[in-house]
């Protein structure tokens, strides 16, 4: 489209060329009619001073009668010649011109861009056209975001490569490896760490965890056995005790869901959000109540139950954002077609900050899924989603596998989400990037 755009501007270019050309060429010629009344003034003013110095050699006695008449004679007949041929000249040039007024090719031109742009602003596409602009600046941003995210990853990859026995390098390797939505190389990440610093809960909770995401949020064998060890070295380790409450609320099972979480809670570990963790399980004792005393709990609870999610993961990373993210049905039959597509999920600040506070990379045959948004996912610790208040958030299926928002990618977009929202969001991939 924009190409189209390019040649509509370089028609009326030509045509306003056209219309200027002519009066400068008019203009032009009227200034050759000038020249030739100027020349008919040169030759009368040149005949005078000739027969002026005529008249002084005869006076002077250098020349006789008869040549002073013969002289005079010749130039009266050479003025006569001049003048006709002068006229003839401004005959021809005033039939072929006529003076034009500088008013003529303004307006014109003035009728031409206003026609031109009536024109299209009813049967044009300029929304279209000023779109790819817009994705561009998008996309740019996007491009600066994930260079950012690839440098930390390079930099992380670099330090375990400069010294393998780097436990904290392969740790952050395993969280941004958590971020990206890579969990096999964050278990990779995190045997590194358990091979250097020796089995402890916290890591082995941290393994588990990135084992469950990757599992798509089921608790398989691998994942019970890692539940299992991280438990036998700290009955307490919160994050094992938090994901198994939040596993148990997902799946209806609140009284369990409130073991495990109020087991944290007295616990008085250090770095655990009391506050949150205490919300999340008033929320299981009233989805509790309504199960106990009423039928139609199990449909509010349905309705309901990833509310909590969000008040479990803020137990130990802020606030999150829970979005059920999903393709719309017009999109299914065409990426059911060809490879499988790289989907990232993310969240920008509102306020027109560039680096997401929060991202997620999946595949497209993963849809629909649910994606939480949270600190844990930050691409950097200067940007996390606990640091703002509103943020934009978008999906996008990457028709070449890069981040940013690429022409021929589908995409959703929700914005002026509030980071403090219990709430599941739906995300909906219902657009085609032009």
Known sequence: MF??????????????????????????QQAVA????????????????????????????KIDEESHQYLLAE???????DIEQNKKAQATNEASTQKLSVLWPIGLSVFVLMFSLAMYSQHGAYERLAQPRIVASN????????????AQLQQLQQAVATD????????????????????????????????????QADLVGAKAQATYYGANQTITPAVQALIDRALALDANDPSTNILLGMHNFINQSYQQAIDYWQKVVDSGRQTVNVTALNEAINEARSR??????????EGQANDQRKAAT???????????????VELDEKFVSQLNQGEDKVVFVYAVPTNGGRMPVAAVKLMASDLPTQVVLNDARAMSPQMKLSMVDTVNVYAVVSQLGGAGIQSGDFKAEVTNVKVSTTEPITVSINTLVP
Do not use: C
């Not at 509790?288 to 709990?297: E, I, K, R």
């Open 34 to 61: 000038m020249t030739g009344a100027h020349r008919e003034d040169t030759n009368i003013a040149l005949y005078k001073e000739h027969k002026a110095e005529i008249e002084k050699d005869f006076n002077d006695g």
């Open 288 to 297: 509790l109540s309504l199960t106990q005393g009423s039928g139609q709990a």
């Open 164 to 199: 393998p026995s780097n436990a904290d390098a392969w740790y952050g390797l395993g969280q941004l490896y958590v971020t990206g939505g890579q969990f096999q190389l964050a278990v990779e990440a995190f045997d590194k760490v358990i091979a250097i610093e020796g089995e």
């Open 75 to 81: 130039l009266d007949k050479s003025l006569l010649q």
């Open 3 to 28: 190409e189209v755009l390019v040649l509509i501007v370089g028609f009326i270019i030509l045509l306003l060329a056209v219309i200027w050309w002519h009066f400068i060429r008019s203009s032009k």
């Open 310 to 324: 969000d008040s479990v993961q803020s137990a130990v990373s802020g606030p999150q954002l829970t979005l059920a």
């Open 139 to 150: 996309d740019q941003a996007q491009q600066a975001q994930q260079e950012q995210m690839h």
